[in-house]
């Protein structure tokens, strides 16, 4: 009446975090309500804004907290929290928390909810719904910003310290919003252009090699055609593509018309 299977393999590939935040000082009280459920130890995952949060993802993080307290020396599990971060509202999920585990999923503040009862301690944040005073760069981690939010991230990102990794948050905003940074490059008046953007995100530099490959691979010209359909002018799909401007702005009037 049993069927046995031996050494049952769990995952294919390494199993791996999206990110861990650990206090430097245990017990330091962090001012800010996303992080009011925080203790030393914080494991975050992250949806993709295409994507909700699901049973399996709960399953499948509460695993990665006990696997950290089985791997990491003096991990204590009452000292972890786990959130968990997606754009869309989780109903599922709400209900599953309730009625299997008897979990209170409540509300805190705008977009935070605190799943009390949990261990580790536990929140699960609908990014679209945060006070974007307070979470600026992360209720922003969307395909629908606007062009007054991206103009406001441009602009404090130039403050922030190089070592931080600004450039992979802009980039992925870039990728996911082309046409709005257009819009906001637009309405500059000169002190900002699209090539400071690319810079500063790295896409020049992918752009370049992008061009490079594909010059090689595909043709110079493929690479204009999809810069151009992802929002660039006529002399920046030139310069990353590296096919003339003429052949360029020939193509530039047959893609847009």
Not at 91 to 119: D, M, N, Q
């Amino acid at each position: 009446m049993l069927h046995f299977e031996a050494e049952y393999p769990l995952n294919r590939e390494p199993l791996k975090i999206d990110v861990v935040i650990i206090k430097k000082e245990k017990g330091a009280v962090l001012d800010k309500k996303i992080a009011v459920v925080f203790r030393d130890v914080n494991i975050l995952e992250f949806k993709s804004p295409d994507d909700s949060l699901g049973i399996t993802d709960f399953h499948k993080v509460a695993a990665y907290a006990h696997l950290y307290c089985a791997t990491v020396k003096d991990a204590g599990i009452q000292n972890m929290s786990i959130s968990f971060i997606g754009r869309k509202r989780p109903e599922k999920l709400f209900r599953y928390l309730r009625e299997i585990y008897r979990y209170t999923v409540e509300e805190k503040w705008p977009g935070i909810y605190e799943v009390s009862g949990a261990i580790p301690s536990m929140q699960i944040i609908e990014s679209k719904r945060l006070v974007e005073e307070e979470n600026m760069w992360l209720k922003n981690m969307s395909r629908e910003v606007s062009t007054a939010s991206l103009r406001k991230i441009l602009e404090e990102s130039s403050g922030i310290r190089t070592q931080t990794p600004i450039g992979a948050y802009l980039g992925v905003l870039l990728q996911a919003n082309p046409v709005p940074m257009m819009e906001v490059i637009k309405m500059e008046d000169g002190t900002l252009t699209i090539e400071d953007v690319l810079e500063k995100t790295g896409w020049a530099a992918k752009f370049e090699a992008r061009g490079e490959a594909r010059g090689e691979i595909m043709g110079k010209r493929e690479a204009a055609k999809n810069l151009i359909e992802n929002g660039f002018a006529p002399e920046q799909a030139a310069k990353f593509s590296g096919l003339d401007i003429e052949a360029v702005q020939e193509l530039y009037r047959r893609i847009k018309g």
